[in-house]
């Protein structure tokens, strides 16, 4: 079956039905509050790249992974 993208998720085609594969609004509806007040807080300081809540990410998720540092990027390409 081809795949297509509908909506806000990856579904497959059978017939006229839709199977979604993912659904990340109702996934992380739980967080929107905290997300937004996030959100908020650097657009409200403008900074953003290398701020407080960058360091605090990289902190956190280094303690998460029992890593001693963690250097965040802004995707796989800027990784390698």
């Known amino acids: 079956m081809p795949v297509k993208y ?3 998720a990856l579904s ?3 017939k006229d039905n839709f199977v979604h594969l993912t659904n990340p609004g ?3 509806s739980s ?3 905290d997300l937004q007040k996030i959100l908020n807080n ?3 300081q403008g900074q953003y790249i290398l ?3 960058v360091k605090s990410f990289e902190k956190n998720f280094a303690n998460y ?3 001693k540092h963690c250097v965040s990027t802004a995707n796989g390409t ?3």
């Open 12 to 14: 497959m085609t059978a």
């Open 26 to 28: 109702k996934e992380n």
């Open 31 to 33: 967080y929107l509050d």
């Open 51 to 53: 701020g407080q809540q």
């Open 78 to 80: 800027d990784a390698i």
């Open 6 to 8: 509908y909506g806000d």
């Open 65 to 67: 992974c029992r890593a």
């Open 42 to 44: 650097v657009l409200q």
